[in-house]
């Protein structure tokens, strides 16, 4: 019996390549090398994302079009599109301040700080790990490789977030687990339902069945095509399953919970975006209004919950719930399953952009005042005095994350997402998300505020500072600038020139 062989195109893996190869160096490198040696574990972390964003160049063709590997007769379960090329841009962009928030973390800590320390070989390559499912996830074309990179970007995550040898990490890790657990047997149960009623796991092929799919079996279809959604609607901390959250993000580390919150959720809207928009392309008018309500159930519960936080890792965690129901609006618009889909689907790549970039530069200045002051939002207080800088980067990413200037780069996120909403003619999602945006302002110019007020006397810190107080002169590591000046300066250039993202998101056909 003769063999299948496949053929590979390298070129078109070469990202997800790249981290993967990265993981081993660090791994081995983490095995031989010891004691100050073990410093060079950041710089190849970042070494071979360096090279994955490298790799990314001659996948970039003029004509848009697709470049599929691991194909056969029922289609390619690996495709690069611009697509791919955009979501692969933002989660190694993402993962490569994420390292850089990190490197002070892996080092013994000292005196005031509040994180403590983890094993740097152990972490850079459980992250490297996460991110080639991540990267991995962008280019699947089939829910085989979906599912697959699903769990290789989730199970280090688990770890990460435990991974801190202080604090909660350990229950924080756990809840994430057993949710995510319950959550992706659900997923499988709607693909095995998918399978069982197209005979297809490739995403095109899929969406052609069910075009002419035996009447006796649409509610199957429909309701595995549900159940395939719930797992990345996990992901991506849609409500209801939400709750594990708050906890996670303030039971890991600060550039964990920063992980968590770009990467992770990037990669679970890259999966969303892949089966809504491609196989159940059929069922936008069951999914769309499902989804709909969900956007508009997850920003308000969102934004309500973080009125009254005075943890700063809870309210960026609840606030990006929130702007996870920002990003599912567009979703909520598709009704119907034509070329609208096209035109309404790439406003919450868009969006995503923009969020990544302003929430890893947030979660940059946290970490900075974490570790010299502590991890609530009053310890914010007067940060305007001792570190002008940071606190002027802290309110320009605070605006954008609200959407009104100087952050013209949210502004212009939010246009876009409600130009969907307008063009699709659903009116009173529109009116939701324009109240949910006013609350959001709230809580976003309260915590600006707060950088800019006088400071107050008060009893020491649990972090060793003093609450509101003006700090003595601390030296910032040199990864955290570079973190906080990479963010900086990628939210004034999408501020001043948004087309940077936008041009992208008119190609014809990105939705492959």
């Known amino acids: 019996m003769p063999f299948d062989v496949q053929s590979i195109d390298w070129l078109a893996i070469g990202p997800v390549v790249a981290v993967a190869v990265a993981a081993l160096v660090v791994l081995l490198a983490d095995l031989f090398l010891e004691g100050a040696r073990k410093a060079v574990l950041p710089w190849l972390t970042l070494a071979g994302l360096g090279a994955a964003l490298v790799s990314l160049l ?63 070989g152990e972490y850079h390559f459980l992250l490297l790990s996460s991110v080639t499912g991540a990267v991995a996830l962008a280019g699947a074309r089939d829910l085989l490789t979906l599912v697959v990179a699903l769990e290789t970007l989730s199970l280090p995550a688990f770890a990460l977030v435990g991974l801190r040898r202080d604090g909660p990490g350990g229950e924080a890790a756990l809840k994430f687990f057993l949710l995510s657990v319950a ?69 890991a580390p600060i550039p964990v919970a920063a992980y968590l919150s770009v990467v992770s959720k990037t990669a679970g809207f890259a999966g969303l975006l892949l089966v809504a928009g491609i196989a159940f392309r059929p069922y936008a008018h069951i999914w769309g209004p499902a989804l709909a309500v969900l956007a508009a159930a997850t920003m308000t519960a969102g934004n309500v919950a973080a009125l009254r936080q005075t943890d700063a890792v809870r309210l960026l965690a609840w606030s990006s719930i929130a702007q996870s129901g920002y990003v599912l609006v567009p979703f909520g618009t598709a009704a119907g399953h034509g070329e609208d889909l096209a035109d309404t689907l790439p406003a919450a790549v868009a969006y995503l952009a923009v969020y990544a970039v302003m929430n890893l530069g947030a979660f940059a200045v946290v970490t900075l005042v974490a570790r010299e002051r502590g991890g609530l939002v009053s310890d914010h207080r007067a940060l305007f ?22 952050g013209l780069a949210g502004l212009f996120a939010k246009v876009t997402v409600f130009q969907a909403v307008i063009d699709s003619g659903t009116g009173w999602l529109a009116v939701v998300m324009a109240v949910n945006v006013v609350i959001g302002l709230y809580y976003y110019l309260v915590w600006t505020a707060q950088l800019f007020a006088p400071a107050l006397p008060g009893p020491p810190s649990p972090a060793g500072g003093r609450s509101g107080a003006v700090d003595g002169a601390v030296r910032t590591p040199a990864p ?19 087309q940077v ?5 008119t190609v014809p056909g990105l939705l492959g």
């Open 183 to 251: 959550a992706t047997a659900v997923m499988l149960f709607g693909v095995s339902l998918v399978y069982g009623s197209t005979g297809s796991v490739h995403l095109a092929r899929i969406a052609a069945d069910l075009e002419r799919l035996d009447p006796r079996l649409t509610a199957v279809a429909a309701t595995g095509a549900m159940l395939t959604m719930v797992g990345f609607a996990f992901k991506v901390a849609a409500v209801p399953f939400h709750f594990w959250v708050p906890d996670t993000y303030r039971g």
């Open 385 to 406: 005095r001792s570190r002008p800088v940071g606190a002027a980067a802290m309110a320009f990413f605070l605006l954008c994350l609200a959407g009104i200037p100087p």
């Open 480 to 498: 955290l600038v570079a973190a906080l000046v990479v963010t900086g300066a990628l939210g004034v250039l999408l501020s001043v020139a948004p």
């Open 501 to 505: 993202v936008l041009h992208v998101l």
């Open 58 to 120: 001659p996948l970039h063709r003029d004509d848009s079009t697709a470049r599929g590997t691991f194909c056969s007769p029922s289609g390619c379960s690996y495709v690069v599109t611009d697509l791919t090329l955009v979501l692969q841009l933002v989660l190694l962009g993402s993962a490569v301040v994420v390292v850089l928030l990190s490197m002070p973390m892996s080092s013994v800590p000292r005196t005031g700080e509040t994180e403590g320390e983890v094993p740097g």
